[in-house]
């Protein structure tokens, strides 16, 4: 008996020792990327872009700043703005994402959101939620949505209840200012607010595996006069990744590439 107790000790002990070194082992550094321009496209530069869709070979965007916030319907290839709704000027239009047949437009620090109708934009209902909104996408059963912080919420899409939150960190450190959300191959990409980065996040865990740089995107003679990047938008057919920001000029297909450290 004392030698099973033993043996049993033993295991015990390098169990834990086991555990103890895994718990003080250094986080894997996220993978870097950089980027190649497939194509760019006209983009309207009074758009204060705050959310970005693809659908059905368009483009849904939602633009904010107050008085001036709006949902529309873009054509990629031109720019032209095929349908339009203005926001009233009492809000300041954030992120959006489809679901199921609807539109849903987060504001900024009015605390509710807007449901339309995909086809018609008409109004179809509305939703209350506490701090900020930003950014707005989905999987495949949930709303995902950023609120500035390092957190992200998890919503049911029939209720709008919140079902769970996760906060994203790069290597145990919080990143904050997440913005703009896509879903991209079961990763959220977000944009990182005034940065040209955009972070890829494991949704289970809100671990950082990925960095994207788009340092240079906007050549330096049409930065005058813009705001910063912001805007993803996933083509799931084609395989197309499409990016833009604040009142850019051009709005940009990408493939990344992976950068050797």
């Known amino acids: 008996m004392r030698a099973v107790l033993w043996v049993l000790a033993a295991v015990v002990a390098i169990a834990a020792s086991v555990e103890g070194r895994a718990q003080h082992m250094p986080l894997p550094a996220p993978a870097s990327y950089g980027y190649r ?3 760019s496209y006209p983009h309207d530069s009074n758009a204060f872009t705050q959310g970005l869709v693809y659908r059905d070979g368009v483009l849904y965007e939602s633009t904010g700043l107050q008085g001036r916030s709006s ?25 959006l994402t489809d679901w199921r047949g609807r539109l849903i437009q987060l504001t900024w620090q009015s605390n509710v959101a807007f449901v339309y109708d995909l086809a018609t934009f008409a109004p179809v209902a509305t939703f209350s939620y506490e701090g900020e ?17 390092a957190d992200l919420r998890f919503l049911d899409p029939t209720t709008f209840r919140e079902m769970k939150r996760i ?20 990763e959220i990409f977000a944009n990182v607010w005034q940065t040209d980065r955009i972070c890829r996040i494991d949704p289970a865990t809100g671990r950082v595996v990925g960095w994207i740089d788009l340092s240079g995107l906007l050549p330096p003679a049409e930065r005058a006069g813009v ?10 057919a084609h395989d197309r990744l499409f990016v833009t920001g604040k009142l850019w000029p051009k709005l940009f297909e990408i493939e990344l590439e992976r950068r050797l450290r």
Request: proline share 1%; no cysteine; glycine share 10%.
């Open 167 to 186: 906060t994203v960190r790069d290597r145990g450190e919080p990143v904050s200012e997440l913005n703009e959300l896509e879903m991209v191959k079961g």
């Open 71 to 95: 949902l529309r319907k873009v054509e990629l290839a031109t720019g032209r703005v095929l349908q339009e709704r203005r926001v009233a000027s009492a809000y300041f239009a954030e992120g």
């Open 37 to 39: 321009v497939v194509a």
């Open 227 to 236: 705001d910063v990047l912001n805007g993803i938008a996933y083509d799931e």
């Open 133 to 149: 909104g930003w950014g707005l996408t989905h999987d495949r059963t949930r709303l995902i949505m950023s609120d500035g912080s």
